[in-house]
């Protein structure tokens, strides 16, 4: 037994004996973990509290710009709170409704359709997104088929509102690496895209995206109305990311080689006519958009879209030509410290018009445009008495009881008005346009001098009351209406923009005291958004022009769209020292605006055309304002902004803002009723420069068609010489007002440039030029004398005894003078008014028909008791020539 126990025991104490010994050895080296921790915690509060004791309170302190304060407050030890378990259920992310909406919009602004249709009406058609400026992504497969076409392929871009024909030389291509895309820029001729840029995933966020997706197709709908919306599908999707290759085969054309790609993902989704729609991540983001589909199975079941990350979007898009603009203003109106939201709403139109115009949004009811549909214009109280009228008022109002008896008139004279807004023209060669805008610049850098010796924007000040001490600088008018959105706050008892300044007046004219906020924090925030690059939301109100017309013309009611009056101030601040020298200078860049025609300069004009040659030519421009071409609005404005640097603004700034005013007016936005749409050419009526832009854009259209008109007979001919600006400037002389033209051209040249020719090129183009009398008889040429030959509605006469041309206004547009006034003005003050006016314009044709005219006259007002007075022929003569 003592034996056996011995056995036992043994083997059971060397146990304890090891663990007593692992035991120990543990615990001597926790201790010592324990009072190395312990010891080195010491340490580092010691020197944080002599680092405390040390610390000097500053003003940083009070103001809570200091690192040490809030350490002593929160970094005392607190004992931790003990975590309850809580029961989760895994959420499924989802895009926030606003980010959703918002990317919707802009998506919707951007994307569009390259197509190309052959001459036997095959089309290749191309979905396109707009990046940024001009900037597009589209697969490089379908502008590899594009460019394979045939020379005489026609080419479009199309929206859902909009067809316009295009030049695939316009375009530019930069190929991406290791893709199926390319990106693009379009020409100049349309609007600019919204920037989303930043609506592409980082390069970061890519591993981290969910698992759900949304695929976004939008496809152009039925033509069902006359503005219509895409039609958008969201495709719900399980998403993947590879990292392996995937061969993307040519859809268009099987025989060209497979991209590749390295980094792309995959779902479920697929089928014909999807490539290029766009993949967005579930994820809540503002940034969602991170691939473009390019390739799956036509039977659907798997689809593939290539990864697109912003950081490679950022470094292709440094390649193109720098564009001043960053991003454009498409959501809402800003409006003193408020927005006014553009309602993207199809279905709240309240009219609308068939053209090429892209739908901005719809205005909330506050702010919606109400026409007045009764004239102002009044028979006056000699009508029908001293001259016969053969005038009416105009038609303002569709139920306007004249139009169930005329057959011309269908429809609201608002929307027939405004349709010419959705009509532009075709484009010019672009070689053309830069030729000839060339020419013009040269002529105008070397002819118009500055007014003002130092160069630089106006201040507020001198923008709305004028420079006094220079002839020129006038102040801007008070007496019309303020524009869009400021019409909506227009105090009871005001009738025009006056209420939102506070004015003084001296000897020497206008001074400001100060402006109404609301006015004064809009032009700030424009002012910011300009110099930052960003286009605003500046919209032109349509309205109807409420004047007499010709009866068998009643129903063409004329529109004007009137500037907002923060856009005049601004614009005159960056513009009026131009447009005030070029009118100052205007007999030498080839320019009528400002002619005073009772004058001596009416004569020196046209001694300087019958020095050339007595063979003239004149005509006139259908819809010319409405319709100016894109490309040679942009270049007029290029040339002012030019002219600006040429003469000593050299400001970066300076040259961006003026650029984004001018792209405010190029692809202008109007209010027509409620509705907010953006065109693609024209220029509004009431845009501070209208008539000298007018004039700048005629005279390039004029030098396009001398080029192209010139080269036909140089192909023929074999003389180089015979289409350059050299015999141009040798054997024409022109003048401008606008969008009137009057010159005279040497008899050899006449020949094949004349006004036949003329009308024959701008038709290529879709611009009708005809007679400046508009009989439709155009010739090659006339003399001086003839009816046809007509400019500013005048014809040239002879003075009865001096040695000078006067002018002769149309008799018909003289005599209706009289029977015209308008509505709010005392009689019999107003009719008198209107016969003296009348008599100011018949000066040009002679003392005899003046006389006769002046004697009715007075005649008439004598029947009736009452004395007018009215200057003799003779007065007048002495008047003017002394």
């Known amino acids: 037994l003592g034996s056996f126990a011995m056995k036992v025991i043994k083997p059971v104490a060397s146990i304890l004996v090891a663990v007593g010994l692992v035991t120990y050895i543990f615990k001597t ?39 040490m304060c809030p350490q002593m407050a929160y970094d005392a030890y607190r004992a931790p709170k003990r975590k309850i378990p809580t029961s989760m259920t895994a959420k499924r992310p989802e895009m926030l409704p606003d980010i959703r909406n918002s990317v919707d919009r802009k998506l919707r602004r951007n994307y569009f359709f390259l197509c190309a249709i052959t001459p036997d009406g095959v089309e290749t058609i191309c979905r396109c997104l707009g990046l940024k400026n001009w900037i597009f992504i589209a697969l490089d497969h379908y502008i590899d088929k594009i460019k394979s076409l045939p020379l005489n392929t026609k080419l479009e871009i199309r929206t859902n509102n909009t067809i316009k024909s295009v030049v695939l030389n316009d375009f530019n291509f930069i190929k991406v690496a290791n893709s199926a895309l390319v990106l693009g820029e379009t020409p100049n001729t349309i609007p600019q895209f919204a920037n989303i840029v930043n609506l592409w995933s980082g390069a970061w966020q890519m591993e981290h995206v969910p698992a759900e997706g949304q695929l976004y197709e939008l496809n152009i709908p039925e033509k069902n109305n006359k503005i219509d919306s895409y039609h958008v599908q969201w495709h719900s999707n399980k998403i993947n990311l590879h990292r392996d290759t995937l061969p993307v085969p040519n859809i268009v054309n099987s025989n060209i080689i497979s991209t590749t790609i ?37 039977s659907g079941g798997r689809g593939y879209a290539e990864c697109i990350c912003r950081e490679t979007l950022e470094n292709i898009i440094a390649n193109f030509e720098p564009n001043p603009v960053e991003d454009v203003e498409i959501e809402s109106q800003v409006l003193g410290d408020r927005k006014i939201s553009l309602i993207d709403d199809t279905r709240r139109i309240k009219a609308a018009f068939e053209g090429n115009v892209n739908f901005i949004g719809v205005v909330p009811k ?3 445009h109400k026409p007045a549909k009764k004239t102002r214009c009044k028979h006056s109280i000699c009508y029908d008495q001293i001259t016969k009228s053969v005038y009416d008022y105009p038609y303002l109002d569709q139920n306007d009881i004249r139009g169930t008896m005329d057959d011309n008139f269908s429809g609201s004279p608002m929307v027939n008005g405004c349709t010419y807004h959705g009509q532009p023209p075709l484009d010019f060669p672009t070689d053309l346009v830069d030729q000839a805008a060339e020419d013009v610049e040269l002529l105008i850098k070397a002819k118009v001098m500055p007014l003002r010796r130092v160069l630089r924007p106006l201040s507020v000040e001198q923008s709305i009351c004028g420079i006094p001490s220079i002839p020129g600088y006038d102040a801007m008018e008070f007496d019309t209406s303020e524009g869009f959105p400021f019409t909506s706050l227009r105090p009871a008892g005001a009738k025009d923009k006056r209420w939102l300044f506070d004015l003084g007046q001296d000897s020497f004219g206008y001074y400001l005291n100060s402006i109404e906020d609301v006015l004064q924090k809009t032009m700030d925030v424009k002012q910011q958004q300009r110099e930052n690059g960003i286009i605003p939301v500046t919209i032109f109100t349509d309205c109807l022009k409420d004047m007499k017309l010709p009866k068998h013309k009643a129903h063409k009611t004329r529109i004007f769209s009137v500037s907002p009056v923060d856009y005049t101030i601004q614009f005159r601040q960056y513009f009026y020292d131009f447009t005030i020298a070029f009118q100052h200078y205007r007999k030498d860049v080839e320019s009528a605006v400002g002619i005073n025609v009772d004058s001596y300069e009416w004569h020196d004009m046209i001694q300087s055309l019958v020095e050339n040659s007595d063979l003239f030519v004149t005509g006139d421009y259908s819809k010319f304002g409405p319709r100016l071409m894109a490309k040679c609005t942009t270049k007029a404005f290029q040339i002012i902004n030019s002219w600006y640097q040429f003469n000593g603004d050299k400001s970066e700034v300076n040259s961006r803002i003026r650029y984004i005013l001018g792209q405010e007016t190029i692809f202008s936005k109007h209010l027509m009723l409620n509705l907010v749409y953006e065109t693609y050419c024209g220029a509004p009526s009431g845009c501070p420069i209208t008539t000298i832009l007018n004039n700048i854009v005629n005279m390039i259209y004029i030098r396009v068609a001398f080029l192209s008109i010139q080269r036909e007979v140089c192909r023929q001919s074999e003389d180089a010489n015979i289409a350059t600006f050299i015999n141009f400037k040798n054997k024409v002389v022109v003048f401008f007002y606008g969008d009137d033209m009057i010159m005279t051209v040497q008899q050899d040249l006449l020949e094949t440039f004349n006004g036949l020719s003329l009308s024959k090129f701008f038709k290529k183009y879709d611009i009708t030029f005809t007679d400046a009398l508009k009989t439709g008889s155009l010739r090659k040429g006339d003399s001086i004398f003839d009816k046809q030959t007509s400019f500013l509605k005048r014809n040239i006469k002879r003075h009865p005894y001096r040695p000078f041309y006067v002018a002769a206004m149309d008799t ?48 008439w007002w004598c029947n009736i008791g009452e004395y007018v007075a009215i200057p003799t022929w003779r007065d007048v003569d002495e008047r003017i020539f002394g």
Request: proline share 3%; hydrophobic share 30%.
């Open 29 to 67: 080296d926790t201790v010592q973990n324990s009072l190395s921790a312990f010891s080195r915690k010491k340490k580092e509060n010691e020197a944080y509290s002599e680092l405390i004791k040390s610390h000097i309170i500053t003003e940083d302190c009070v103001n809570n710009k200091c690192n």
């Open 262 to 298: 390295d980094y792309y993902w995959s779902y479920t989704t697929s089928g014909r006519g999807m490539c290029g729609s766009v993949l967005l991540t579930e994820m809540n983001t503002s940034s969602p958009l991170v691939g473009i589909h390019v390739a799956g199975e036509v």
């Open 366 to 368: 506050a702010y919606e």
């Open 812 to 859: 018909v547009a003289i005599e209706e003078t009289c029977n015209w006034v308008f509505e709010g003005h005392p009689e019999p003050e107003a009719s008198q008014i209107a016969c003296q006016s009348m008599m100011l314009n018949a000066f040009g044709h002679g003392p005899s028909y003046y006389n006769s005219l002046r004697k009715r006259i007075i005649d």
